[in-house]
């Protein structure tokens, strides 16, 4: 279940570091976007904690140590919190009467991320997270 975890956890990080790029790009000769309404520190925040836990998780699996796994979990928490917060963001912007266009792009940047990565990665995290849990408490 341990490595079953952390699969889930990078795959979930690949689609974050694939929307972190995409949200990161405003004014780039790549992107029409102009604008972002994520805050870098969120967006970094997020992602940096997610890393973090990510080490934490992989210091569990060496170790086998019950406090790893549950600061593994405590992050997860505080990653959960910021992915939440940037996913209403998202979908508030998505729905608001549809976004702005340049040349026929989206104005935000993370409008121009497609809808199915945003979902698939929030799949993946519940998924990790629950296996996460699940082993936390079998450390008990």
Not at 29 to 37: G, K, L, T, W
Not at 51 to 64: K, P, Q, R
Not at 84 to 93: A, Q
């Amino acid at each position: 279940m341990e490595l079953a975890a952390l699969g889930f956890w990078i795959a979930t990080a690949t689609g974050g570091l694939y929307m972190m790029g995409i949200t990161l790009r405003p004014g780039r000769d790549e992107s029409a976007a102009v604008e972002s309404n994520l805050s870098p520190m969120l967006v970094f925040g997020h992602g940096s904690l997610a890393t973090i836990g990510l080490a934490l998780w992989a210091v569990h699996m060496a170790m086998d140590e019950a406090v790893t796994a549950w600061l593994s979990v405590a992050t997860l928490v505080l990653v959960l919190g910021g992915g939440t917060l940037m996913f209403l963001r998202w979908m508030k912007d998505r729905s608001g009467g549809g976004p702005e266009l340049v040349d026929g792009v989206p104005r935000l940047a993370e409008q121009q991320i497609p809808s199915t990565v945003v979902h698939l990665h929030g799949a993946l995290a519940a998924v990790t997270v629950l296996m996460v849990v699940w082993v936390a408490f079998q450390t008990l």
